[in-house]
């Protein structure tokens, strides 16, 4: 069994911010890509960032300069700063992890999703 477990969401004030944490778990043999998504209410999830094995990193226009993310390979673990977060930054975050538990081919995985709400 292999998951993906997400914290750090809540409540925050505009201009604040919020550190979320994915940990993969369970029998991985090797992680390549990990990223986050949002989707909030009434529209479709979006790519938020991604950061691949060997480090390299994309973002959505509407969070440059604003979030960064990070991973942990030791850890198994994919982190997302978010700065000067705005209202419209309220969503559900997802993390996802492409994984495999063998040597065949990499499969998504998808965590539970965690609320961030910022506040005008």
């Known amino acids: 069994q292999v998951q993906l477990v997400e914290s750090g969401g809540g409540l925050v004030q505009a201009g604040g911010s919020l550190r979320l944490s994915c940990a993969a778990s369970?029998?991985?043999?090797?992680?390549?890509?990990m990223g986050w998504y949002r989707q909030a209410p009434g529209k479709q999830r979006e790519l938020v960032a991604v950061?691949?094995?060997?480090?390299?990193?994309n973002y959505a226009d509407s969070v440059k300069d604003r979030f960064t993310i990070s991973r942990d390979n030791a850890e198994n673990t994919v982190y997302l700063q978010m700065n000067s977060l705005k209202p419209e930054d309220t969503a559900v975050y997802y993390c996802n992890a492409d994984m495999r538990r063998d040597s065949s081919r990499y499969w998504r995985y998808w965590g539970q999703g965690t609320q961030v709400t910022v506040s005008s």
């Open positions: 950061v691949t094995s060997a480090g390299s990193t």
């Open positions: 369970g029998s991985i043999f090797s992680i390549n890509a």
